[in-house]
């Protein structure tokens, strides 16, 4: 691993942070998107997304890249379409069939999930009792978000529930997996996210309604395509490669604060005190879980503060 000099770190660092700002807009944008079938959206997002990252690669002279990446190993395809394919669909189909701040809430267990992840599965990384509190801490704020009787199973929030839940595993998953794959360039990006559209295409043909929905808001899914399930992603891929990790890393724990903000402040969701403390106890679990707090805070992972 070589090092970064400290000013592009520091602009590689910014670039990701701005990714924590446009995932606050992933819940929003798809509430305004309106009654789009979850397969075709996700069809919509990613074909936008990858074919706009193809054309300004091509434009900035990287088509040899593009073609390295198109060579990437089947367990780069595999992770990287399933991983953005999947977490997508849950998503989409969370938001649409749950409360938008509770679906998103627990769909942004995520970020304490990759910390416990890592301490299992990665090399070099050790699953220490702070994790696991800063689990429970987590996994308590989620389970105020779905209902007053806990989990009801039986209620019609329920497939809303579940799928936000797959979505905070897959993208956990996928994020931790992707650190063992790490030599696969990021112009491969382009390429999962044109995979990604192609089987969600696939699986809109077989089980969707035909046709363009009434309602579906154009703007909305554009502005999908173009930040949070677009642009995020390679921001996002820069600020792991060369920034500093574990500041962003820190930084992505606000992410779903952030969003219950922004869908209270265009009237999408009600500050009651149950989002609040939902909110506080995700947000503190995570903190927990990352080993920031404490004595040993800040030798929770042998990971350096800058990549390359």
Avoid at 191 to 202: E, K, S, V
Avoid at 270 to 275: F, H, M, R, S
Wanted: with cysteine.
């Amino acid at each position: 691993m070589s090092a970064v000099p400290p000013a592009e770190a520091r602009r590689a660092t910014l670039w990701g942070a701005s990714t924590i700002l446009s995932w606050a807009t992933l819940a929003l944008f798809t509430q305004w998107a309106g009654p789009v079938p979850p397969f075709l959206l996700t069809t919509l997002c990613f074909g936008l997304a990858g074919g706009l990252a193809l054309l300004v690669f091509l434009a900035r002279g990287e088509g040899p890249a593009l073609g390295e990446a198109l060579r990437q190993p089947p367990a780069g395809w595999l992770l990287g379409v399933g991983g953005l394919f999947g977490y997508h669909l849950c998503y989409f189909v969370a938001q649409q069939n749950a409360p938008a701040a509770n679906a998103g809430l627990i769909s942004y267990l995520w970020p304490l999930l990759i910390v416990i992840f890592a301490g299992w599965l990665l090399p070099g990384e050790r699953l220490r009792g702070i994790h696991l509190l800063g689990g429970v801490c987590g996994f308590l704020g989620a389970a105020l978000l779905v209902g007053p009787d806990g989990l009801d199973w039986a209620g019609e929030y329920t497939p809303g529930y579940l799928a936000a839940f797959a979505a905070a595993f897959i993208w956990s998953g996928y994020s931790v997996a992707s650190r063992l794959l790490s030599r696969i360039p990021t112009t491969a990006v382009a390429w999962n996210c044109l995979g990604a559209a192609l089987l969600a295409l696939l699986c809109h043909l077989a089980w969707e309604p035909r046709g363009w929905p009434e309602g579906a808001n154009l703007w909305a899914i554009l502005a999908l395509g173009l930040g949070p399930v677009g642009s995020a992603f390679f921001t996002w891929d820069l600020g792991m490669k060369r920034g500093q990790v574990r500041l962003l890393g820190l930084l992505s724990y606000a992410t779903p604060l952030l969003s219950t903000l922004v869908l209270i402040a265009a009237g999408l969701a009600a500050p009651g005190p149950t989002l609040l403390i939902a909110a506080l106890l995700i947000c503190g679990g995570a903190l927990i879980g990352s080993g920031r707090l404490g004595p040993r805070a800040g030798h929770g992972t042998r990971h350096e503060s800058t990549g390359s």
